[in-house]
């Protein structure tokens, strides 16, 4: 096969990237090593910036329902409430954060790029990237990759590949581009529980006791994610000790989901694990190929920021892929189109990995260390400025406030 663009990875990044590609007349043909967009516990917290990029996609209204606002957010701190966020007093055009189940939200991407942009737009499922072309040998430019699928070797030949492939890229690997993984001190034990009825479904909690927190989040249609942290590397010990010990590490944090997780919690299976780590790659681009979302910068969970930023890495670069091919789509014009890329992003991701950072180091405090992290989250907690501050450098980074108050169900109804 032969494309402009060939996109390995048909996650948030890689399928917004295609579907803004095709849009624009550039041929495009992503590899997606799955059959199918059934992803468990992966990004499903869709930021407000996101959310607005998604619904001028055109996005939104392909979900059928399929995603639910959320307008709180509460810390409680050893049994005390001490920051509490309602999105309704964020003046935004989309204020909220978005539950979306991730096999919803590619399904949206991909049936818009079949459906309104065929001409441009080829998925590939069950094809696994296996090597990079290069125009001399191993050093020269990457011209394409070989795939592997069940009908055999696939090529394709493209003036630019795209790696999209995730927190463990492959193509990264093979590419030869330099990073650095930083571990952090926790992982995160993720299950899934029936969502219990006295709590509202529109908040998102954060529990803390001493130095072990969870999240819970609400997720549609009726089910909460429970995550919560480990030490690094701590899984084989936690399971050493049997489920009675993951059972009362919740009741210390969410007694009201006692009942429930000792119900559905029946087995280690029933239970998934997320590596904590971030990745910093000072160059994301190289002649012929450019790294996106988690593969030039990988985050973590907190305030669902993978899937955002993976979602503006494809709406910004795609357009100055359009210009560069506009010039002639020579290697010299996509590298330099590629650089303005990390140059318009960096800053941006830099930001929220910062703000990620001290939430970690804030989690992890104990004794009087959690004296000090309950007085700054009170502090916070106080001022509307202070709100609008901490958790805009994470939500707000594309939208411009307005001159008023938005209401809870005004433009975003239909959500």
């Not at 199918?36 to 001028?56: K, N």
């Not at 084989?236 to 429930?260: H, I, T, V």
């Not at 988690?294 to 494809?314: E, F, K, S, W």
Request: charged residues 25%; glycine residues 8%.
């Amino acid at each position: 096969m032969t494309a402009e663009v060939c996109v390995v990875g048909g996650g948030p990044a890689g399928l917004t990237l295609a579907v803004e590609l095709a849009r624009r007349s550039v041929s495009v043909v992503v590899l997606e090593q799955s059959g199918h967009f059934d992803r468990s516990f992966r990004g499903e917290s869709v930021s407000p910036d996101s959310v607005w990029l998604l619904d001028r996609l055109g996005v939104l209204a392909r979900l059928n329902g399929a995603c639910q606002q959320m307008h709180r957010m509460e810390i409680v701190d050893s049994g005390s409430t001490v920051l509490r966020a309602d999105f309704r007093r964020f003046r935004y055009p989309h204020p909220y954060p978005v539950e979306l189940p991730q096999p919803a939200l590619l399904s949206a991407l991909a049936g818009l790029g079949q459906e309104e942009h065929a001409e441009h737009f080829t998925l590939v499922r069950r094809a696994t990237a296996t090597r990079l072309l290069r125009a001399d040998g191993d050093s020269g430019a990457v011209t394409g990759v070989t795939a592997r699928t069940p009908e055999g070797e696939l090529t394709v030949r493209a003036a630019l590949t795209v790696a999209a492939d995730g927190r463990f890229s492959k193509v990264r690997e093979m590419s030869g581009l330099s990073y650095t993984k930083l571990p952090l001190d926790r992982d995160v034990v993720w299950l899934k529980l029936p969502f219990p009825a006295e709590w509202d479904d529109r908040t998102y909690r954060v529990r803390i006791r001493g130095d072990q927190h969870g999240l819970f989040i609400p997720t549609h249609p009726d089910s909460v994610r429970v995550g919560f942290n480990i030490p690094k590397g701590g899984l084989k010990e936690l399971r050493a000790e049997g489920l009675p010990a993951l059972y009362e590490r919740l009741d210390r944090l969410a007694p009201e989901l006692a009942g429930s997780v000792r119900a559905e919690i029946r087995s280690w299976s029933d239970t998934s694990m997320l590596d904590i780590f971030t990745t910093v790659v000072p160059r994301w681009s190289m002649p012929g190929l450019v790294l996106i979302g988690d593969a030039a910068h990988t985050l973590t969970p907190i305030l669902g920021q993978g899937v955002n930023h993976a979602i503006i890495d494809g709406v910004t670069l795609a357009p100055l892929l359009r210009e560069a091919f506009d010039a002639g789509g020579s290697e010299v014009a996509l590298l330099a189109a590629n650089a303005r890329f990390q140059r318009a992003r960096e800053e941006s991701v830099a930001t929220s990995r910062g703000l990620q950072l001290r939430q970690e180091r804030l989690f992890a405090l104990h004794g009087a260390g959690g004296v000090v992290r309950r007085s700054l989250y009170r502090v916070v907690d106080r001022s509307q400025k202070l709100k609008e501050r901490v958790l805009g450098s994470a939500y707000f980074q594309l939208q411009r406030p307005g001159p008023h108050v938005v209401e809870a169900q005004s433009p975003t109804a239909r959500v």
